[in-house]
């Protein structure tokens, strides 16, 4: 009967330390919609994007400021960071940084199956941690990286004005 009982004990203690399944927090939780859109290249659709802020405005960059993008297409690693970089040039981001910073994206950046989502969110010091599907992919220090960018898609010289406008709530 002791044996039983201390069994039992050791089983039930088991139980109690077992942890829980993990939910995934969504990176847009707790935050607003300020726009979206979708980018569509002559008759293709490439991606639906929206940006999200606390407070549902958008203002400029500021912390928890999200930006998702949910694949309509794969599209390898590789054609996100050329396609990155030609948006810099277009936006005039720097040349030395520019290297530095592609360097940095393609330590973690995945090719994207359709369906998946991209998004980045703006931290407290300023600096952008990337998520795949919500999950945490990685982290880029310095505001200088995080406004660039963002650039891509906020910035007034955007090579898609209609969506950076849908985006940021002037449509």
Same mark, same amino acid.
């Given at each position: 009967?002791?044996?039983?009982?201390?069994?039992?004990?050791?089983?039930?203690?088991?139980?109690?330390?077992?942890?829980?399944?993990?939910?995934?927090?969504?990176?847009?939780?707790?935050?607003?919609?300020?726009?979206? &859109? !979708?980018?569509?290249?002559?008759?293709?659709?490439?991606?639906?994007? /929206? @940006?999200?802020? +606390?407070?549902?405005?958008? *203002?400029?960059?500021?912390?928890?400021?999200?930006?998702?993008?949910?694949?309509?297409?794969?599209?390898?690693?590789?054609?996100?960071?050329?396609?990155?970089?030609?948006?810099?040039?277009?936006?005039?981001?720097?040349?030395?940084?520019?290297?530095?910073?592609?360097?940095?994206? &393609? !330590?973690?950046?995945?090719?994207?199956?359709?369906?998946?989502?991209? /998004? @980045?969110?703006? +931290?407290?010091?300023?600096? *952008?941690?990337?998520?795949?599907?919500?999950?945490?992919?990685?982290?880029?220090?310095?505001?200088?990286?995080?406004?660039?960018?963002?650039?891509?898609?906020?910035?007034?010289?955007?090579?898609?004005?209609?969506?950076?406008?849908?985006?940021?709530?002037?449509?």
């Amino acid at each position: 009967m002791k044996v039983l009982r201390i069994k039992f004990l050791l089983s039930l203690s088991l139980l109690l330390f077992v942890p829980a399944t993990p939910t995934w927090a969504k990176v847009t939780d707790e935050l607003r919609m300020v726009g979206e &859109a !979708r980018l569509k290249v002559f008759f293709w659709s490439i991606y639906d994007s /929206a @940006l999200y802020t +606390e407070s549902g405005r958008y *203002s400029g960059i500021e912390p928890k400021l999200t930006l998702e993008i949910n694949y309509l297409r794969t599209i390898t690693s590789k054609q996100l960071l050329n396609r990155t970089s030609k948006e810099w040039q277009n936006t005039m981001i720097k040349q030395h940084h520019l290297d530095t910073w592609l360097l940095e994206l &393609a !330590r973690f950046l995945p090719d994207v199956k359709k369906g998946e989502k991209l /998004a @980045l969110q703006v +931290e407290e010091d300023l600096s *952008s941690s990337f998520y795949l599907n919500d999950r945490f992919l990685g982290n880029i220090r310095g505001s200088e990286f995080t406004q660039a960018f963002l650039a891509i898609w906020l910035s007034e010289a955007s090579s898609y004005p209609s969506l950076r406008a849908k985006l940021i709530g002037r449509n």
